[in-house]
């Protein structure tokens, strides 16, 4: 099931320039990926901590998926 307001993860800052920050919410975060829209994965990884991604892609908007056992939560992350 999809379902936006868990807050699975906070993403910072959003709009983003180089760098990504992503932070866990409650609930346990099993897997995160971050795609374009055309679906290329650009980052893939299972995090329990808050993780910092370097960010060298075209700006435009991205996709990114949070996923834990029982729930997938996707917001859109926009990189300028």
Known sequence: SEVNSLNLL???P???QNQLHLTPGQHA???VVLKDLNGRII???NI???VQI???EPSGVY???ASTNQHTQ???VIIH
Do not use: D, H, M, R
Request: proline share 4%; no cysteine.
């Open 54 to 56: 370097e960010l060298n």
């Open 74 to 76: 996707v917001q859109k």
């Open 48 to 50: 329990s901590e808050t």
């Open 29 to 31: 975060v099993t897997e």
């Open 43 to 45: 980052y893939q990884n």
């Open 63 to 65: 996709l990114l998926e």
């Open 14 to 16: 959003n709009p983003a």
């Open 10 to 12: 906070q993403v910072y």
